[in-house]
DNA sequence: GTATGTATATATCACTGTGATATATAGTAT
DNA sequence: ATACTATATATCACAGTGATATATACATAC
């Protein structure tokens, strides 16, 4: 039996919103789950195959605008299955690893001058995340009381709805995306947060300074 | 030319404080750098071997207590020129996949009241490793006074130096593992508010309730 | 003493996942 | 016509993981 990890059941869970092709799930987080993940054909295609050959989702051939052929794939009732129980366990907490601490690390008592200026680099590149994540919370909240998605974001439809269900249907889905955004920015601020003590820290240590 | 990821420079920088083995590496890593990175022998041993082979590291004999047979690696003039080059490099920032996150935006609408406990046990886990690295903040802290280290704190040492250097160092040394664990406490603590803002919205949407 | 367990040390394998690239076609712009 | 962009599928070399195999020396218990 094949291991399943994350790729695994993040193709799955695409696939319980609708019938999807390879490039479509490439695309959707690309555009729109670029917050908190990442993919590649690499994984994906081999990923629906085996998908299949488990038994977990169908494949048919389709056609979108201008009639080019794609082949969609289909979540089966066991992938479904399959899908409801990894989402119940608790989430596996990995160590990420960290650049930033690796360098101040390494270089943090060789050269001070130079750990600080890296410091001050990624507080400026965590400055700029926030800033746009802050442009994106707010260009996108609207649709919270609208329920009407703004002209470019792209997103998960199961079907469409009509009327008033459709709205709601988009207050839910603005009020997650809106939370995922919110994590990014928290992140970026705890990261700032982080650089202006280790810059302090650094530039007046509590101890004497050789020297 | 083989390419140089973040673990030939990881290594590289190892190498730098002082002469090691595979073996060295992969515990230095488990205990110490724990915080913010994890490397498997799969990845040491062969890139040690390239190391070699690109003229950045020597390899010798060594001998360690009870003359067990060991594999040391130094480091060359030409491998430190490239890992000071590494070094000054602005901090790489690729996507940290985020399970949470992916568990919200695929059951959240689906299936409210389990996301919620997902977020919930989710915030128990955070909140018990900001309370471990916390107690070890406690542990560590004392050296940056002392100059000397708690008895099962595993280090880089250059060398032995004597007397007061090899405090002084003590305390440089301390100072950046302090922050480290500092950037642990200041990212779960980010985590934990998010996980208090979700909840509260996930229970009380900003929109009238369907049902 | 000898058996058992643990720490030291090196190495490889199957597998997951990435980034780059190749290929082909249909629609759009110059 | 030509070039460019978007759609769509696929594969490759490589990075990196987790598990496992192997061997030896020291520590302890019986």
């Given at each position: 039996m094949t291991k399943k990890g994350k790729t695994w059941f993040?193709?799955?869970?695409?696939l319980?919103?609708?019938?999807?092709?390879?490039?479509?799930?490439k695309n959707l987080v690309d555009i729109s789950l670029s917050y908190f993940?990442?993919?590649?054909?690499?994984?994906?295609?081999?990923t629906l195959k085996r998908l299949v050959a488990a038994g977990?989702?169908?494949?048919?051939?389709?056609r979108s605008i201008g009639d080019r052929k794609r082949n969609l794939f289909r979540?089966?009732?066991?992938?479904?299955?399959?899908?409801d129980d990894w989402m119940s366990k608790p989430i596996d907490l990995s160590i990420q690893r960290d650049e930033m601490q690796l360098k101040l690390f390494l270089g943090g008592?060789?050269?001070t001058a130079q750990t600080i200026s890296l410091i001050r680099d990624f507080k400026g590149q965590q400055t700029q995340r926030r800033a746009q994540l802050l442009i994106e919370y707010d260009e996108t909240a609207p649709a919270l009381e609208?329920?009407?998605?703004?002209?470019?974001?792209?997103?998960?439809?199961?079907e469409r709805l009509s009327g008033a269900r459709q709205k709601q249907a988009v207050r839910e889905q603005?009020?997650?995306?809106?939370?995922?955004?919110?994590?990014g920015i928290l992140k970026a601020e705890a990261r700032i947060t982080w650089c202006d003590e280790a810059i302090s820290l650094l530039e007046n240590p509590p101890y004497a300074n050789k020297s």
């Open positions: 993040a193709i799955l869970g695409f319980s919103w609708k019938p999807m092709s390879g490039y479509d799930i993940w990442s993919i590649s054909y690499g994984q994906i295609y081999p977990y989702a169908t494949t048919e051939a389709g979540i089966t009732n066991e992938g479904q299955k399959a899908l008592q060789r050269d609208s329920g009407e998605f703004a002209d470019d974001i792209q997103w998960l439809e199961p603005t009020l997650i995306f809106l939370l995922s955004i919110r994590q």
